[in-house]
């Protein structure tokens, strides 16, 4: 019998599509350090300059061809790192290819080509996984089990409030410029965080969002808000609260009330794991510190393991 992808005598083979800021920052150094897996390959249009930055990620093979990425029989996932308005075809071919797909969100710009990435990853029996980090920060799986356990009771109100820092120097410099087009983006900044916030949500209360009702900024330029807010209602009958977009000083949280308590939680959500959390019940607050950690390494294995 072959040993299985991801094991500690074989490592899962990933293959990075795209070298921007986040690649950098987080995705290739994460699965540098990950457990499981080991940076095989790297795509990019730029080959000279992504050999020299995952230099640190063990000397990968580049490849400027998505198709020749794609008959590569070194690779067994590849991590989605490239503009939203790809996504769907890049899905697809992969799905048609046989390999396991992790995607940064958004998956798609549209449902319609959501559930057609969706379908195609089914029919190949390949995985397909959506870049949700913030899932994956110990802090917020503790809040999961609070609420699953009861101790809040019904769940009324649920706040998640997610926006990137644009006071002072923005780490890395300025976003790409196919984050500033609506039409490759899918959308303005509630795009980039927004989407965490609502996920964030859906995974630590089970609930989803029947309604909404949005307000958002006038930025002048049709879908390229900076600020959005949403007031939701939930599956299990809770409203909620859902900020994403930009703000010079953001204090982003996650908070969820019941008929019995009150959870909540800071410093968490962004791109490093730990944080404060706090629980407030009929016999006081308790918090608790969770040391900072890596969300994305965590991520990362935790796709590994499930394929």
């Known amino acids: 019998m072959s ?5 500690d005598d074989e490592p899962f083979r990933w293959a990075i599509v795209g070298i921007g800021r986040h690649t950098r920052r987080f995705i290739g150094p994460a699965i540098a350090e990950s457990r499981l897996g080991v940076v095989a390959a790297v795509c990019s249009s730029r080959p000279d300059e992504a050999a020299e930055v995952s230099r640190d990620w063990g000397e990968p093979a580049v490849y400027t061809s998505y198709d020749d990425l794609l008959a590569c029989p070194g690779v067994d996932a590849l991590f989605l790192v490239s503009p939203n308005n790809r996504h769907s075809d890049q899905v697809k071919a992969a799905a048609a290819a046989g390999k396991h797909v992790l995607c940064e969100k958004p998956l798609a710009n549209t449902p319609s080509d959501c559930q057609e990435m969706v379908e195609a990853c089914a029919k ?4 397909l996984g959506v870049g949700f980090h913030l899932r994956h920060n110990i802090v917020h799986e503790r809040a999961r089990e609070i609420v699953a356990s009861g101790q809040l009771g019904e769940i009324k109100f649920v706040s998640a409030r997610y926006a990137h820092a644009t006071g002072g120097t923005t780490p890395g410099g300025p976003p790409p410029a196919w984050r500033r087009d609506p039409g490759q983006a899918g959308g303005g900044s509630f795009i980039g965080t927004g989407v965490h916030a609502i996920d964030l949500l859906r995974y630590t209360t089970g609930a989803e969002v029947v309604a909404v009702t949005v307000a958002a900024d006038d930025n002048g330029v049709a879908y390229a808000e900076q600020s959005l807010l949403a007031s939701a209602k939930l599956s299990n009958g809770a409203i909620a609260s859902i900020h994403g977009g930009n703000l010079p000083y953001p204090a982003n949280e996650l908070v969820i009330s019941g008929t019995t308590g009150t959870v ?3 410093g968490s959500v962004g ?3 730990g944080g404060l959390l706090e629980v407030i019940t009929q016999d006081g607050e308790q918090a608790l510190q969770i040391e900072r950690h890596n969300v994305y390494v965590r991520e990362c294995d935790d796709f590994a393991a499930r394929v």
């Open 3 to 7: 040993t299985p992808a991801g094991s």
């Open 264 to 266: 909540r939680c800071t």
């Open 271 to 273: 791109n490093h794991g």
């Open 124 to 127: 190949a029996g390949v995985a």
